[in-house]
């Protein structure tokens, strides 16, 4: 390789290094900023807690600025703490909403129709009509309170959420045939369709059925 060439190699390094250094820098300070945000207002998009996102933000945020040494950054920042993993953003305001959300489907007189017609429905009726989902919904959500579970919580416990697809299922079921006699709800029934209702109605059992 000729001087020249091996010169104008250096030179495409060189500034290769520094243009390489201002986009880590950028990356790092939107990761930073990524990681604030999180901690303060959750990952609502999420299907896990807010520390688990947080430590994995600061994982990316070690790495980056290992790298940025490396290439000899200025950049000063503050390194996150490590978050416990059961960590949740604005938790007193999920449970607060998520009751709010529960409170508004038990005293909806369009909820209660539906739960009330389950029975009387067949398997193919309560997929068609939307009532599986709803129900699936409205008992994961009052599990998840039970259970204090604030990642599901703050998924299903957002009052209103619910309120347009109940409704469009309630114009369902009143459009369709329905048996005349309820299945009983306490004791264990096995009908033509092999699904089960035992005491009060379990998520799994009505998906099986």
């Known amino acids: 390789m000729k001087n020249r060439d091996r010169i104008h190699l250096y030179h495409s390094e060189d500034d290769m290094d ?17 990681w604030e945000k999180v901690y303060t207002y959750g990952d609502a998009e999420s299907m896990c807690t807010d520390g688990i996102i947080l430590n994995r933000y600061r994982k990316e945020i070690l790495q980056l600025k290992s790298k940025l ?8 920042c503050e390194i996150p703490e490590i978050m416990p993993e059961e960590y949740m953003a604005q938790a007193d305001t999920i449970r607060t909403q998520a009751l709010k959300a529960l409170e508004e489907y038990q005293g909806s007189s369009d909820y209660r129709y539906l739960m009330a017609k389950l029975f009387c429905m067949s398997k193919k009726q309560r997929e068609q009509t939307g ?20 990642v599901v919580m703050r998924e299903l416990g957002v009052p209103g959420m619910l309120r347009d697809q109940i409704q469009e299922s309630v114009k369902k079921v009143r459009s369709i045939p329905l048996r ?21 109605l379990n998520i799994y059992d009505l998906e099986l059925a």
């Open 180 to 200: 005349t006699t309820e299945i009983p709800k306490k004791q264990a029934v096995k009908t033509d369709e092999d699904w089960q209702i035992q005491g009060q």
């Open 69 to 76: 040494n490396l290439l000899g950054s200025k950049l000063v």
């Open 131 to 150: 009532v599986m989902e709803i129900y699936g919904k409205v008992h994961s959500l009052l599990n998840a309170v039970s259970e204090d579970n604030l």
């Open 18 to 34: 520094k243009s390489s250094l201002g986009a880590y820098e950028q990356k790092l300070k939107m990761l930073l900023y990524e």
